[in-house]
């Protein structure tokens, strides 16, 4: 499971790194002459295809590892000491309508806070 979601993640950088550099060499080296220089370029023609590519890869490796640190599966509570679990996992418990005095809540915030403070 870890494997597919790095593999997954290293394309989607790849094609997000590869899709912003073809968006800046169309502003700074190939329309450089465009009205109002490159800024103007760059503040104009931000729907182009490469920069779109760019934001949308972003926003899926984003959700993926997002989606990575909120699953118990693939991201157990035990094993973390970082915060910013505690507050993903806050969250999708107020998504899930799962109560945050619930047992299992509880274990879960408990079991993170002793990992953390060791």
Same mark, same amino acid.
């Given at each position: 499971?870890? =494997?597919?979601?790095?593999?997954?993640?290293?394309? =989607?950088?790849? #094609?997000?790194? &590869?899709?912003?550099?073809?968006?800046? +060499? =169309?502003?700074?080296?190939?329309?450089?002459?465009?009205?109002?220089?490159?800024?103007?370029? !760059?503040? %104009?023609?931000?729907? +182009?295809? /490469?920069?779109?590519?760019?934001?949308?890869? +972003?926003? =899926?490796?984003?959700? #993926? /590892?997002?989606?990575?640190?909120? /699953?118990?599966?693939?991201?157990?509570? +035990?094993?973390?000491? &970082?915060?910013?679990?505690?507050?993903?996992?806050?969250?999708?418990?107020?998504? &899930?309508? %799962? /109560? !945050?005095?619930?047992?299992?809540?509880?274990?879960?915030?408990?079991? !993170?806070?002793?990992? &953390? %403070?060791?």
């Amino acid at each position: 499971m870890w =494997l597919s979601c790095i593999g997954v993640l290293f394309a =989607l950088g790849t #094609i997000n790194i &590869s899709c912003i550099v073809h968006f800046n +060499e =169309l502003a700074w080296i190939d329309m450089r002459t465009y009205p109002g220089g490159p800024v103007a370029f !760059l503040l %104009e023609r931000s729907s +182009e295809p /490469s920069n779109v590519g760019s934001i949308a890869t +972003e926003s =899926l490796s984003q959700t #993926i /590892s997002g989606l990575v640190m909120v /699953s118990p599966l693939c991201f157990p509570a +035990e094993a973390c000491t &970082s915060d910013i679990v505690i507050i993903h996992r806050y969250t999708a418990a107020m998504l &899930s309508g %799962e /109560s !945050l005095q619930s047992p299992s809540f509880c274990a879960r915030y408990c079991s !993170l806070q002793q990992v &953390s %403070e060791r």
